[in-house]
């Protein structure tokens, strides 16, 4: 919870990280569950349980007052911390309830900054992968076609479209409109248009039909 105003006040609680003694040997630990935090100028007040939810962290060293930890406090009482508190929201709720949530206009690498100097490796992690799923969904490029016009004979049609493989699909069929003579026989002819999935597209590599083939399957849907 972030405040304006650092006037505020709170039950008595124990850390789950404190034996009785620390809280006694540590001035002000065991006073109140709250610790009031000024972070970059805005103050947060949130309780020890949260802050020592993670025992890694900076915010739980925080809480017990370890004497090589630099902690200062302003003239209210609030533990000094010179970080962004926009980023800071993120953390906190983190450690209140396990799930991170970001408002709109907040970028996970900020809030990554923040989990990286407090020392949470579970919200390290999960930003880390947050980021991974975003990056892969930024470079997945929609499925695309190649088109290929195949001329056949009308006795080589059937053949011809029952043995496609490797992906190929039969799209339109297209009849010339021209015909050869063999002995007593004519021969019909087609152009099959045939289209396959691109994946792995190469740079410089046209995925579109050409414009014959777009021209011939105008013509075989006119038919």
């Known amino acids: ?12 609680d124990q850390c789950s990280a404190l034996s009785p003694e620390q809280r006694m040997q540590s001035p002000g630990i065991g006073a109140s569950k709250w610790v009031r935090l000024n972070v970059g100028g805005t103050y947060f007040l949130t309780t020890r349980q949260t802050l020592c939810r993670d025992s890694k962290s900076f915010l739980y060293r925080l809480c017990q007052a370890e004497p090589d930890l630099d902690s200062d406090k302003d003239e209210t009482g609030a533990y000094l911390i010179d970080r962004d508190p926009t980023y800071f929201g993120p953390v906190l ?7 991170l949530v970001l408002n709109r ?9 923040e989990a990286e100097f407090y020392n949470i490796p579970s919200l390290i992690r999960l930003i880390k992968d947050k980021i991974r799923e975003r990056a892969c969904k ?17 006795e ?3 053949q011809m479209v029952s043995t496609m493989s490797d992906g190929w699909k039969f799209e339109q069929l297209v009849s010339i409109g021209s015909s050869y003579n063999y002995g007593n026989e004519d021969q019909a002819e087609f152009l ?19 414009e014959k083939a777009k021209i011939l399957q105008e013509q075989g849907s006119r038919m």
């Open 156 to 158: 080589e049609l059937t």
């Open 105 to 113: 206009g907040l970028a996970e690498e900020g809030v990554l900054e």
């Open 138 to 154: 930024t470079v997945q490029l929609p499925i695309k076609h190649v088109y290929r016009v195949l001329q056949c004979q009308e």
């Open 1 to 12: 919870m972030a405040e304006k105003s650092p006037d505020s006040s709170g039950s008595v």
């Open 192 to 210: 099959c248009v045939v289209s396959k999935e691109l994946h792995n597209q190469s740079y410089g590599t046209s995925s579109e039909p050409s």
């Open 93 to 99: 709720n983190y450690l209140r309830h396990g799930k």
